[in-house]
Nanobody, 120 residues
Framework: QVQLVESGGGLVQPGGSLRLSCAAS????????MGWYRQAPGSQRELVGY???????NFANFVKGRFTISRDNAKNTVYLQMNSLKPEDTAVYYC??????????????WGQGTQVTVSS
């Protein structure tokens, strides 16, 4: 079994910062890309950004220059640093990992989500 557990969400004022973490655990053989998605009420889930196994990153246009992603391979953990937050960044943020489990099956895994609310 594989688990992805997010942490770090909360309430922040506009212009503030938050750092989300997502730790993967379980019968993991190798992790390829790890990424973050978000879903606001009444909206579809959308990609925020991702980081590959070689630490190459890519972001949605709406967060470029404000958010960064990093990973600690020794800890199977990915981080999302969010700066200059706006009210429209309010959403549930989900961690995603493209990984291979011990035994050879590769697939997408999701965390349970963490709420980020940007409001004064």
């Amino acid at each position: 079994q594989v688990q992805l557990v997010e942490s770090g969400g909360g309430l922040v004022q506009p212009g503030g910062s938050l750092r989300l973490s997502c730790a993967a655990s379980g019968s993991i053989f190798s992790i390829y890309a790890m990424g973050w998605y978000r879903q606001a009420p009444g909206s579809q889930r959308e990609l925020v950004g991702y980081i590959t196994g070689l630490s190459s990153t890519n972001f949605a246009n709406f967060v470029k220059g404000r958010f960064t992603i990093s990973r600690d391979n020794a800890k199977n953990t990915v981080y999302l640093q969010m700066n200059s937050l706006k009210p429209e960044d309010t959403a549930v943020y989900y961690c995603n990992a493209d990984l291979m489990v011990i035994g050879g099956t590769r697939g997408d895994y999701w965390g349970q989500g963490t709420q980020v609310t940007v409001s004064s």
